[in-house]
């Protein structure tokens, strides 16, 4: 059996309970991650802006205690909130092509 790359022998597989995968990350680590979330892009954005919280809340209309739990990666948003950071920072979001 190969799995990502390594060989493992029967030998080594006949010890695991048959219902039981070799690899439970195996689908996962195929599915290279080559861009960046809108999640990230938002973060970035937020810390290179150098703008307060309190500024962001005040021109955004997203409330400060939202933003600051995001940014420090404790919640996601809700899409309404993160289409509204996205067209005050300008973030474009582009299509990637169907594989």
């Known amino acids: ?23 439970n990350m195996c689908y996962m680590a195929n599915k290279r991650k080559t861009y ?8 970035e954005a937020i810390a290179d802006s150098e703008l307060s919280f309190k500024t962001l809340e005040r021109e955004t209309g997203v409330l ?18 993160a289409d509204t950071l996205a067209e005050y920072f300008e973030i474009k979001i582009i299509n990637r092509k169907e594989r």
């Open 36 to 43: 960046r979330t809108m999640s990230e892009a938002l973060r």
């Open 1 to 23: 059996m190969s799995v990502i790359g390594l060989s493992i022998t029967n030998a080594q597989t006949s010890d695991l309970p048959k219902n039981e995968s070799v690899c």
């Open 64 to 81: 400060r205690q939202s933003l600051m739990k995001f940014a420090r990666g404790e919640t996601s948003l809700r899409l309404d909130i």
